[in-house]
């Protein structure tokens, strides 16, 4: 199995920046993609940003200029710099990751998710 743990989360007020971390751990071949994705109460999951193995990066439209996905491959860590926060970006944020795990005698890709973290912008 593999575990993800996030932090980082909390209060901040508007103009200000947070960074969210998620350490993955478990059996683990590979890490494919690492993402973040957000979800407000009665609404839809949504994506923030994801970054590929190769470092190839996409953001969602409302927060690209103001947020930074990076990785650090060997730690399995994701990270999201959030800066010139603003009230929307109130959720709850989830870690997401794409992972080979070994079956039998190959590989399996399976997608995970982290338990959230609460981000809190005041205005």
């Known amino acids: 199995q593999v575990q993800l743990v996030e932090s980082g989360g909390g209060l901040v007020q508007a103009g200000g920046s947070l960074r969210l971390s998620c350490v993955a751990s478990g059996s683990i071949f590979s890490i494919n993609a690492m993402g973040w994705y957000r979800q407000a109460p009665g609404k839809q999951r949504e994506l923030v940003a994801t970054?590929?193995?190769?470092?190839?990066?996409k953001y969602a439209d409302s927060v690209k200029g103001r947020f930074t996905i990076s990785r650090d491959s060997a730690k399995n860590t994701v990270y999201l710099q959030m800066d010139s926060l603003k009230a929307e970006d109130t959720d709850v944020y989830y870690c997401?990751?794409?992972?080979?795990?070994?079956?039998?005698?190959?590989?399996?890709?399976?997608?995970?998710w982290g338990q959230g973290t609460q981000v809190t912008v005041s205005s």
């Open positions: 997401n990751v794409l992972a080979a795990i070994p079956q039998g005698m190959g590989n399996k890709l399976y997608a995970y």
């Open positions: 970054i590929t193995t190769g470092g190839s990066t």
